[in-house]
Nanobody, 125 residues
Framework: QVQLVESGGGLVQTGGSLRLSCAPS????????MGWFRQAPGKEREFVAG???????FYADSVKGRFIIFRANAQNTMYLQMNSLKPEDTAIYYC???????????????????WGQGTEVTVSS
């Protein structure tokens, strides 16, 4: 069983930056497609960004050009660099992982079989 542990959330002013990290624990061998989702109060959980095993990236239109998803080491730790933050980016951010080998549809929540507990991001105006 793989657990995903997020960190890096917090309070930031509009225009500021934060970097979220997601580290797998437990059975960590192998590679995963990984993604970030977020859920604001009273809203559905929505796709933010995805990163395939091969290194291909996917972004929601709302964050394109501001957020960067990347993987920095062999332990599959994943990061979400968030720049030019806006109040509408306020949400709980969830890391997700997928160990399947079929076609990877990054924005589809059902693709992922591992989820983190979430880290809260608040952007003040």
């Amino acid at each position: 069983q793989v657990q995903l542990v997020e960190s890096g959330g917090g309070l930031v002013q509009t225009g500021g930056s934060l970097r979220l990290s997601c580290a797998p624990s437990g059975r960590t061998y192998g590679n995963y497609d990984m993604g970030w989702f977020r859920q604001a109060p009273g809203k559905e959980r929505e796709f933010v960004a995805g990163l395939s095993r091969s290194g291909k990236t996917f972004y929601a239109d709302s964050v394109k050009g501001r957020f960067i998803i990347f993987r920095a080491n062999a332990q599959n730790t994943m990061y979400l660099q968030m720049n030019s933050l806006k109040p509408e980016d306020t949400a709980i951010y969830y890391c997700a992982g997928r160990d399947g080998w079929s076609y990877y549809n990054a924005p589809d929540r059902s693709e992922y079989n591992y989820w983190g507990q979430g880290t809260e991001v608040t952007v003040s105006s």
